[in-house]
């Protein structure tokens, strides 16, 4: 280091965060550090000239009188505004975003050599209160939502301050430069002074400049039809890559009601072709999402709906259906006046819209809808108007019925159905026979997409927050004006950035040494289509908060309107409960929907079918059987079972292979009764005769009076000391203690006795040893997936094959299942038992290769 030149020195310091340390290590280092050439150049080279003096100016121990100079001459950016946010903060002044020492480390003569030497840039510093540069610009914005007769800062002031005095927020930290767009949306005439003073437009910011350009003025009800179609053609004048995205227009159409102005200045610049794209397919994809959200049940959004129909009209089958929604949902509280008033209000309104006649696709379509659960004015109209007979209008209300089932939120209008029309028979045959799931029915395993993508047809879990969540964030394109300040420290951590720390932000300001925005060949991204208004995202854009990660947490929670975008109704009743509550657990009705909410994880059923509430687990006929079946369809899958499958295990669940075994055991007369659970008449229903196994709900102290056994040890268990050991003393009344052990020994010697004679297993051995041998199947899959060779991988490179989800949890579980058939054992015949041996341990193989491996070997 001590042969190279100066020349070569300067560069490693320039490309240092903090060159303190090197300059300490050799007085030849030092000396060139405190060139007051190098110094300026640092400042230039590692910030920029837009930031050099800025930055500078708060490191008060280097910067002199020479460097001040240097900076100046070699084109570090000096505005009015910089010097005197500088002055007031130097001299003790409240500064509206320096929270920091900053220029208050700098010698008095060499500031005053500071002021000496920028004051000459400029004609008059205005140093009062409420005078700098900030202030008017800021005023500006304030006032940019009064009428014009009301503004005391005009656009020409701005313009001045621009033009003349070189105004520009001098450092990222500064809260105006968030606030740059909004001017530009305001009055895009400002764009070529700010650019001149190095002001670079990121195009991600483009949607909110619109937004701000379209936004409804609250204190102004003069029609600003005019003045929003000129700023959009000045902007897109002054910069050819501003231009109006899908999903502003969207936004705006949200707002056709309540803002007309930017709505007919929207339609005005579609009709002369100034937009990218067309209006009208904008609106028809606009209106297919509220075909199935909650939003279409609103007021508001129905009124804006039929505005836009009615000045955008579509021929698309989905849009009829929102349509007729608006009809129907509105028009439902109308059945309490009568049927024939709210038919031909209804009528009437059809008409309007020009929907009529209504065909039988649309009723079932209605009807079929998550939202409406009122049917007698649909059917009344299909009897009256339509002329159906009453056999096809049972056939209809069948139809809906069985499509019902794969709606989740539908229990309410399946029982209102059910209540008027003999439709359970049908329910249960439709339901064993589309539905029922086999692996077959799967996709092919070696299809890790698709499996991970299938989900069963019924009980889904629609109300999962993580898919609420999911739905309703923003498209990558909305991006808050947080973005184009510092994402992870504030202003008090200014001391440390000044050593040179560069922070990862978006800026909206490009500087000399950033690229710009490379051209995609294949156009302009014209943006997703939502259902927000131009005023919600406003909101959200100007309330985000600053950092990235605070920004995603605000966005999955209190972002976008996720209420209105919900695919259920406010209150529900699920599919899957009003199935548990009209058909018996061990019906093929609930085995099928058991075997869809076992591949869906649908906790919330899962919970209602294996633990309804106000039964007790020792209650087996309320509980919905588990099987071996369920697991395997998982197993195929590759997911993790629900962990109420576990819990079931553990409270002693009958062990089944698959639905037949406990079906084939049901009277024929069972299905038919189906009503007698909720009549309240009890039923006689064969009940499979399970092995004996421990009660769900027994202690330590029933369960030893249980007639429990398990399977036979391959090795024979030592006989514990207390059944071993006999007592010669006589008791007395005072011994009653010793009658009760020799009571309890007695007992555990005859269950000893018994068990070596029947040699049955329990439900839960049954269980330990069919899913170990699933575990088996699973860990030679795995091993066959790290043996087969991957063609897309290099030769160097090491492939990396992952254990699926439903192998690792069927480890970890049968390892506690284990532990509990070995706890229950030990209760009932003493702590020395021995340890079953059901299967080959799950992890037995991998542990004594890897072991025999590292075992040291000795040569004798």
Sequence with gaps: MERLCDEIIELVIYELNDPTALTLTSKRFLQVSRDPYVRAHYFLHRFGHMDALFWALGRGKVLTEKVIDILVSSGAYVSRYLIQVAIHHYFRSASHFVKTPWVRTIPLAVFTHFMKVTSGLFDEIPLGKNEDDGYIFQSFLKESRLPPDLKNTKWEDVREILDKYKFIPFSMKDPLMAQLPIALAIEPRLLPYAEANGFRMDPKYRDFVFRKMFEKQALNSVDRTDDIIRNVR????????????????????????????????????????????????????????????????????????????????STDPTVRIVMLLTVFLSDSTLVITGVPQALSSMKGKLGALNLLPLTKEDLFNVMTNPFVEKHTLLL???????????????????????????????????????????????????????????????PLADDEKACAAYEAPLCRDFSNLKVIRAN??????????????????????????????????DEIIVGEQEEETPINNEGPDLGAIGQDTLSAMIRQ???????????????????????????????????????????????????????????????TLLHQYLSPSGTGYASASTHVPITLKHFKLLGHLGRAPNWCLYHEIELGAEFYFSEEDYLSKQSTTSESKWSTKSRGKPTDVKKETSPPTLSRSSGP??????????????????????????????????????????????????????????????????????????LLEEQRKYKDRRRRPDKTATADAKRRVTKSEF?????????????????KRKQLYGPDVAEEDYSDDDDDDDYQNSRASKRRRINT
């Design 380 to 442: 009344e109209y299909a009897k009256e108007d339509m002329g159906m007979s009453a056999k096809e209008i049972k056939g209809l209300v069948q139809e809906v019925a069985i499509k019902c089932l794969e709606i989740g939120s539908k229990g309410k209008t399946l029982r209102k159905l059910a209540e008027a029309y003999p439709l359970h028979a049908a329910l249960a045959d439709a339901a064993t026979h589309r539905y029922r799931l086999s692996l077959d029915d799967l």
């Design 472 to 505: 309703a964030n923003p498209s990558s394109s909305n991006l808050s004006l947080g973005d184009s300040t510092p994402s992870g420290e504030s202003v008090e951590a200014h001391e440390a950035e000044v050593d040179g720390r560069e922070e990862d932000v």
């Design 234 to 313: 000045e902007l897109k004048r002054l910069d050819p890559r501003m231009f109006l995205s899908r999903t502003v227009a969207a936004e705006i159409c949200m707002e056709a009601k309540s803002n007309e102005s930017a709505y007919r200045a929207l339609k005005s610049l579609d009709r002369s072709g100034e937009l990218m794209f067309k209006l009208a397919p904008v609106v028809t994809e606009l209106t297919k999402l509220f075909v199935k959200t909650r939003s279409i049940t609103t007021t508001y959004t129905v009124n804006v709906l039929r505005q836009l129909y009615a000045d955008f009209t």
């Design 807 to 823: 192998h690792k949890s069927l480890t970890v579980h049968l390892r506690s299942l284990r532990k509990v058939d070995l706890d």
């Design 701 to 774: 102290s029933t369960q030893r009076a249980s007639n429990i056994s398990p399977r036979a040890s391959r090795r024979r268990p030592k006989r514990s000391v207390s059944t071993s050991v006999m007592s010669y003393v006589i008791p007395d009344s005072d011994d009653e203690a010793i009658v009760e052990d020799d009571g309890e020994n007695a007992m555990v010697a005859l269950l000893s006795m018994q068990a070596k004679k029947r040699k049955v297993e329990s439900n839960l051995q049954r269980w330990i040893k069919h899913l170990s041998i699933l």
């Design 541 to 603: 854009d100007e309330m985000a908060p600053t950092r990235s990660r605070r920004r995603v947490y605000y966005y999955n929670t209190y972002g976008a309107d996720t209420t209105g975008k919900l695919n259920y109704p406010l209150e529900f009743v699920p599919v899957g409960r009003w199935v548990k509550e009209n058909y018996e657990p061990n019906s093929p009705m609930v085995a099928v929907f058991m075997t869809h909410a076992v591949v869906n994880s649908n906790t």
